[in-house]
């Protein structure tokens, strides 16, 4: 599977865009990228997904760049709800399973 | 529709006891996946399973640790005389169906069982 960076962690003010930043430069032409993300003692929540162009839901905005080298999740209006760890995965074709890294620890300031 | 159920939520075991977790898969998913978290650590991928099959066991402890998803029923994770390292969160996910690049499909999960070892 690709490998992925992330920062370690980030701010955003309660109301503003939360833009988090994903590189995985070794991605595959078939490989996907994956979002989550894990509020303290829960478990792991699906946010979004995409292979190439951008996607949105109703939770988040996902931006893929051109040559698929790195990937932001958008979430347009940050609350303090979404403080949490934010992981991005780039799932491989030899596994089914997803590696999670260390991912982002967000924290929405009031 | 139900998502991952997980039982129990919390579980305290003393040292070189058993301890099992119990996992239902969300309804019309037959593939099970179990992660654990360690305090203050990243999710680790343990095992995946099919009914009756294990596909991928490579992040299974070769001793102690034993899964198992059955025709019938929840899949289950089995810890044999558990150490105090063994605390931690166990987190089991489902998906519909094999989880390739070409569908895109995703995995849910549930909200973990802390196992505590005293």
């Known amino acids: 599977d690709a490998k992925t960076t992330q920062p370690p962690s980030m701010d955003c003010a309660e109301g503003r865009a939360a833009n988090l930043p994903c590189n995985h430069s070794?991605?595959?032409?078939?490989?996907?990228v994956y979002w989550y993300r894990q509020i303290h003692s829960q478990g792991p929540q699906y946010i979004i997904h995409?292979?190439?162009n951008n996607e949105t839901n109703e939770m988040a905005s996902l931006i893929i760049t051109e040559d698929r080298k790195s990937s932001t999740l958008i979430l347009p209006h940050a609350t303090l709800r979404d403080t949490a760890v934010y992981y991005c995965?780039?799932?491989?074709?030899?596994?089914?399973?997803?590696?999670f890294g260390t991912g982002t620890s967000l924290t929405v300031i009031p | 529709n139900a998502g991952v159920m997980q039982n129990p939520r919390h579980l305290v075991r003393r040292r070189g006891q058993e301890a099992r977790l119990r996992c239902s898969p969300m309804?019309?998913?037959?593939?099970v996946y179990w992660y654990r978290q360690l305090p203050e650590e990243g999710l680790k991928f343990m095992v995946y399973?099919?009914?009756?099959?294990?596909?991928?066991e490579s992040g299974m402890p070769k001793e102690r640790f034993s899964a198992e998803f059955p025709k019938e029923g929840p899949s289950i994770l089995r810890i044999q005389q558990v150490v105090r390292g063994d605390s931690a969160a166990y987190f089991c996910?489902?998906?519909?169906?094999?989880?390739?690049?070409?569908?895109?499909?995703?995995?849910?999960f549930g909200e973990g069982s802390w196992l505590t070892v005293v």
């Open positions: 070794t991605i595959s032409g078939n490989e996907y």
């Open positions: 995409g292979l190439k």
């Open positions: 995965i780039v799932r491989g074709y030899t596994g089914n399973q997803f590696y």
């Open positions: 309804k019309g998913h037959s593939h």
């Open positions: 996910a489902s998906s519909p169906n094999v989880v390739g690049t070409g569908s895109g499909n995703t995995i849910y």
């Open positions: 399973l099919q009914k009756e099959n294990i596909i991928d």
